[in-house]
């Protein structure tokens, strides 16, 4: 299956040259993934282990080991910087064609007055460090810089590089992280209804609007610390006719009272965090459900019971395409982390769920830096309060 | 609006002029395609607006003075893209293998 992006009324209009720019991108994307990635299982079985075995005499023992020897790989380090290149390729190719109309976009944004929804800004909320260090995954600005008075560049930007990004796979409203979840939820707790249900770290609402098309009885919030994205995507739901109450919003710390939620939900933002604040919203999460509400996050799969070199395929991004946690992440005691923020052990989730675009096109069945989605399953960790 | 995002740059290289090099050779084949496709839709709406056929654009067979326009455009061409090929070996050439050689001349008109 091609998925072709939906043109919905804020997505950015590419010119000719700006969509083949994108186009060309996406491809190589996928060649690299379909065609270079895979081969550096071969260079690491049959030179990088065999002379790092000569070397240490001892195999390599974790992902850290097969980093260092692989470092010096020229096959390696030709898909390395062609995957770089391709991620500033990318947030380029989107990035100009979003720059050159974006005054229509901002007027687009600010609607007619009538929503459906809501939007909560607060221009006193700090960006956290890991947000500033540098910018998540190389999107210049990341989610949260603004460069003009209501700006909504960086979730424009954001809506059509992540279709970019995940080679279309994430189907044509990106909401694969939210639709495999909804489903999966809607499938295992068939007696489950939420009537509120919070969605943390939301971006431009991607994975948010499935939420109220599995639920259309409940009330879905969303927070998340980009004011830019959250322009972005209250314009976005509204264009689409989605219910959504935006607001500027930490998830480590929200303003929402305790035992607000019967459902919380979370889309690839763990690993956007750091140490200490996966701490916090965990323990916001407990704070933020009634008694036998449940949290999910969504994520690609832990490290722990891994081959060191699948681990280390999948820990690209952590070194050089600026996701500084990624790895830690993937290393966490994620039943520890739970019972830490309150969670009784017996009532921790860790699954796999099936992708809800398992028949897209350029699948390619593993789990892989630069291949975001390929392996059609997402993991999933959660607790039942 | 920022271009670069903010963060230290990897590089893979040993040289990481190479990691320089590679990024501007995929920004050109980013554009060889960006042409492509514009050829493409211009033979496409050709068609469709009755000019000709794209068939016959497989079809055409160039006659002996377009063919031989056409070698003479390929020839010009490969050597722009080699030239930095050629002129290593001009320098071999001309004896100028040594940075000394240029500083030399350097000296030489100085002094």
Not at chain 1, 150 to 167: C, E, K, P, S, T
Not at chain 1, 171 to 196: E, R, T
Request: aromatic share 8%; with cysteine.
């Amino acid at each position: 299956m091609i998925y072709e992006q939906t043109q919905h009324d804020m997505l950015p209009q590419a010119s000719h040259d700006e969509r083949a720019r994108q186009n060309f991108v996406q491809s190589l994307k996928v060649h690299l993934a379909t065609n270079v990635s895979p081969g550096n299982k071969a260079v690491y079985e049959k030179r990088a282990k065999p002379r790092f075995e000569r070397e240490h005499k001892r195999a390599p023992q974790d992902r850290h080991d097969v980093r260092r020897v692989m470092k010096d790989e020229p096959y390696y380090q030709t898909w390395s910087a062609l995957l770089r290149t391709s991620q500033e390729m990318m947030w380029d190719s989107v990035a100009a064609s979003v720059e050159r109309q974006l005054p229509d976009l901002i007027h687009r944004a600010k609607g007619n007055g009538k929503t459906l929804g809501s939007l909560t800004l607060d221009p006193q909320l700090v960006i956290p460090s890991y947000h500033t260090a540098v910018d998540i995954h190389c999107q210049p600005g990341a989610y949260h810089t603004e460069t003009t008075t209501d700006d909504v560049a960086a979730g424009a930007i954001y809506d059509r590089a992540v279709h970019v990004y995940a080679m279309g796979r994430m189907g044509p409203m990106n909401d694969d992280l939210g639709a495999s979840l909804a489903a999966y939820v809607k499938h295992q707790y068939a007696n489950f209804h939420p009537h509120k249900i919070l969605d943390m770290g939301c971006s431009v609402g991607h994975s948010t609007v499935p939420y109220v098309d599995t639920y259309p009885e409940a009330d879905v919030y969303a927070v998340e610390i980009g004011a830019p994205m959250l322009r972005y995507a209250h314009a976005r739901a509204e264009a689409l006719g989605k219910r959504l109450h935006f607001s500027q919003q930490n998830a480590e710390h929200t303003n929402f009272a305790d035992a607000s939620f019967d459902l919380i939900v979370s889309h690839i933002l763990l690993h956007e965090t750091s140490s200490a604040a996966i701490r916090n919203i965990v323990r916001e999460c407990h704070r933020l459900l009634k008694p036998g509400g449940m949290m999910l996050h969504v994520e690609v799969p832990q490290y722990h019971g891994m081959e060191p070199y699948d681990a280390f395929i999948l820990d690209w991004d952590t070194y050089n395409n600026n996701e500084p946690f990624w790895g830690t992440l993937h290393d966490m005691d994620l039943v520890e982390l739970a019972a830490n923020g309150g969670f009784a052990k017996e009532k921790i989730i860790q699954t796999l769920i099936p992708s809800a675009f398992r028949m897209a096109r350029s699948r390619t069945g593993l789990f892989q830096g630069g291949d975001f989605g390929g392996g059609g399953e997402w993991f999933v960790f959660g607790a039942v309060k | 609006m920022a271009t670069k995002a903010k963060g230290k740059k990897p590089t893979f290289f040993a040289d990481p002029q190479v990691d320089k090099l590679m990024a501007i050779v995929m920004a050109l084949a980013g554009e060889v395609s960006v042409l492509r496709e514009r050829l493409d839709t211009v033979e496409r709406l050709v068609e469709t607006k009755g000019l000709f056929a794209r068939q016959e654009v497989e079809t055409y067979r160039a006659s002996e003075s377009v063919t031989e326009e056409r070698e003479q455009w390929r020839s010009q061409y490969i050597a722009r893209v080699l030239r930095v090929v050629r002129e290593e070996l001009d320098a071999v050439e001309r004896g100028e293998v040594t940075p000394e050689s240029y500083e030399a001349v350097v000296q030489a008109v100085s002094s």
